[in-house]
């Protein structure tokens, strides 16, 4: 995928001002913003044919990875009172330059691996050794769809000797969701990875089998292996047989996914998912505040693991992890752990899709009257009266239920 194509940054920065510039207005228009859109009230749509102010977005809506690589308004994103033709024009020529400097590149023989994206650079791993590598313009802006941990780069020395993002090669695989911003713009959370491990957690946060089945559908989405990590096992009501939340995973043990109890306090199933991980590229993915880069630590003691400390009047002192990152084990694991959080979409699914991950669902799916039938409003369909005589678990198909009007309202 070339990605100094001056064209394609003009296209794909239209696109990108044209959808905030929606977003702002529906912000603003839908008089429920977020909590957070605070001091500025949300101006009316039609307000006399002056078009909308745009409101502020509120960073408590934004997941903190958001934060940490925005494009930052002057350098690469749109400068004050610039117009956008201006700003495509500037984006043009300085992709121009970036690919006449190509011009004079030389290529390193080896890929580089992506350890870590920050703002207009990432950490590539070459041949061993860690090194910064520039991302070009027309990269920074879209970076978050077009650029992931765990891809492999090929990097350009330039003259000087700064090392330069040429090209990003195919991925084996991938984590997406949407872009909590822009919908239809694909964020790659992992790439070529060949097991997610999903964790969730007992009582703090309480468990919710409704990220855990977003993340189920989207692994199978795209291609990857997961196992299921229940962390916070120490906070469980004995006897465990009749904890309220460890109860709601009844459906899911007769899925083909492990499941594994653990405990960071206890060591309770590290081991386990030791074994789980041993020799793969696996990423941790789940709500903040589940435990995962606390998992990671008790996994691989010999890792210093990344975390900020936040301190805003609402999380008071948490450790968190704001962006993804690779770690090496001892044993030549890797291991990458995300940023939690808060909501998780599906990327590029189509209604008519979403039963084929469900496998309790397309054993029955065939005795349905209508071939194309959603299950949902059907006449005569097979798997809603399967449900209704709790031959499928209904907690399951209520899921199935959910995902679909959100897709459909997508
Ligand atoms: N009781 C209990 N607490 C745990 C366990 N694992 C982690 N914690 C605590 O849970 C809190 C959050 O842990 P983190 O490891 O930062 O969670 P995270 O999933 O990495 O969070 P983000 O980086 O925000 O996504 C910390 O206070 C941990 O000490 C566990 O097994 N049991
Ligand atoms: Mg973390
Ligand atoms: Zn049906």
């Keep these: 995928m070339p990605i100094r194509d001056p064209e394609t940054v003009a296209r794909q920065l239209r696109r990108y001002l044209r959808d905030q510039a929606k977003k702002a207005q529906r912000r603003g228009g839908g008089g429920g913003a977020g909590p957070a859109s605070g001091s500025s009230p949300a101006p009316p749509v039609e307000a006399a044919g002056r078009p909308p102010r745009r409101p502020r977005l509120a960073a408590e809506d934004w997941d903190s990875d958001e934060l940490a690589t925005l494009p930052t308004r002057g350098r690469h994103g749109p400068r004050r009172g610039e117009s956008l033709d201006k700003l495509v024009e500037r984006l043009r020529a300085e992709s121009a330059d970036d690919a006449a400097a190509a011009a004079t590149d030389e290529l390193l023989t080896e890929p580089g691996l992506v350890i870590a994206i920050t703002r207009g650079q990432c950490e590539v791993e ?45 991925r084996s695989s991938r984590l997406s969701r949407p872009d909590p911003f822009l919908a239809h713009r694909e964020r790659v959370v992992a790439a070529n990875i060949d097991l997610a491990v999903v964790v969730g957690s007992l009582r703090r946060p309480p468990l919710s089998t409704g990220l855990l089945d977003r993340y189920l559908v989207a692994l199978a989405h795209g291609g990857v292996a997961a196992v299921v990590a229940i962390n916070k096992a120490d906070l469980a009501t004995e006897p465990r047989a009749e904890d309220p939340e460890l109860t709601q995973l009844a459906p899911y043990r007769d899925l083909d996914v492990p499941i594994v109890l653990c405990s960071v306090p206890t060591g309770e199933g590290i081991e386990e998912l030791r074994g789980h991980l041993a020799g793969r590229k696996a990423v941790l993915v789940g709500h903040s505040g589940v435990g995962k880069s606390s998992l990671l630590a008790a996994l691989a003691p010999e890792v210093e693991v990344r975390v900020a400390e936040v301190s805003t009047a609402s999380r008071k002192g948490r450790h968190t992890t704001t962006r993804a990152r690779i770690y090496r084990l001892g044993d030549g694991t890797r291991i990458i752990d995300t940023p939690g959080i808060r909501e998780f979409g599906l990327w590029q699914l189509d ?60």
């Design 351 to 410: 209604a008519r899709e979403l039963a084929a991950y469900f496998d309790e669902l397309t054993a029955i799916a065939p005795a349905c009257h209508f071939s194309d039938c959603t299950h949902s409003h059907e006449p005569r369909c097979a798997v809603r009266a399967a449900a209704e005589a709790g031959e499928i678990p209904a907690e399951r198909y209520a899921t199935y239920l959910r995902i679909l009007a959100s897709l459909r309202s997508e």
């Design 126 to 170: 070459v041949g061993g050794e860690l090194l910064v590598c520039h991302l070009p313009k027309a990269l920074t802006l879209t970076q978050q769809s077009t650029l992931a941990v765990g891809d492999l780069l090929r990097v350009a020395r330039r003259p000087g000797g700064a090392l330069v993002a040429a090209q990003i090669l195919p």
